[in-house]
């Protein structure tokens, strides 16, 4: 019998992990990376003979036979432009000693600094069904284009326990951490924004952005659900959002916040007006909010048409809780 991995004796033989957080069974191929000691002439296939890059091994990656990219951990993984993955049911895990993380993943992917206006993000994923895994997303880059860590605009990509960081474009209207354009895009147990870095002055610099304007995206934010994450926010002034829709259509169908939690840290020195607001009324989906809260701020969940909140209504201030719409 045909072993069912590259690793009959290993990592996931017949489809039980050991290695990490675990990595998935899959009929599939592994392609290890290690930036710090890896090499683009290896094979990839192994621990002992990794490449060293993200783009190079997933040239090495099959679309449609869900071949699984394994990013070891010991150094960040630089890119120096955008990462696209187009490629359909391909698969990227970030190894750690330790059980899945919420937030400070031991594996890193970061944009750095660049000079082009096609660097939108740190990544772009305009796949199907492609997976992310234990990894923080993060961006440094100061291009003016470069406003976003990831662009979501696939279908049905599934994100686990990464976080989302953009550590640059505080001050800049419509940046984010995370663009979400993607079709029925599954979160869960991700953090997304920052409590480190202050946002500055009266703009609308939310965790996420709904915008199905943005080009070469591909998708609208559809069926997507927000599963057990968090968003952090340290603010300065009441306009800023953790989600922000730029126009009346940005989500078709629903979008789903479940057992979430918006977080405005005590150093701010201004309570968001909204944790969810867009500049219409939503006319082509809802968003619902089940089983989710907000601290320290936000004098309600939201106020325009299309976003519930499926909670009791709460008094606003005493750290009762917020207005729930």
Sequence with gaps: MEPLTNFP???????????????????????????????????GLSTKTPVKTI?????????????????????????????TSSKNRVHFVGMDGAPLRKFGQNTKVQLGVTVLAADIATMKNTGVRNSFSNIKFINANTVAEGLYSVVEGGEYARYDHCEFYKSTDLDITGAAELVCNGDSAHFSNCTIG????????????????????????????????????????????????????????D?????????????????????????????????????ILTGSTAENGCTAFATQTGIHSCLPTYAAGGGSGVQAT
Excluded at 17 to 38: D, E, H, W
Excluded at 212 to 227: H, M, Q, T
Excluded at 272 to 287: K, R, W
Aim: hydrophobic share 45%.
């Design 9 to 43: 004796n290993g990592i996931a033989s017949f489809g039980v992990p050991v290695l990490g957080g675990g990595l998935p069974a899959t009929s599939g191929k592994f392609i290890f990376v290690n930036y710090g000691s890896g090499s683009d002439g290896n094979n």
């Design 55 to 83: 783009p190079q091994a997933y040239s090495l990656a099959r679309t449609n036979k869900d071949d699984v990219i394994v990013l070891m951990g010991n150094s960040t993984h630089v890119l120096t432009a955008m990462f």
């Design 194 to 249: 920052s409590n480190a870095n202050a946002i500055a002055g009266a703009i609308i610099r939310p965790c996420v952005m709904l915008t199905k304007a943005l080009a070469g995206v591909g998708k609208v934010s559809r069926d997507v659900l927000f599963e057990s994450c968090q968003f952090w926010r340290w603010v300065g002034n009441t306009a800023n959002a953790f989600v922000w829709a730029t126009s009346a259509t």
């Design 251 to 287: 989500v078709e169908r629903l979008m789903e916040f479940r057992n979430c939690l918006f977080n405005v840290t005590k150093k701010s020195t201004a309570a968001p007006a909204v944790a969810i607001g867009g500049t219409h009324a939503l006319t082509a989906g809802e968003i």
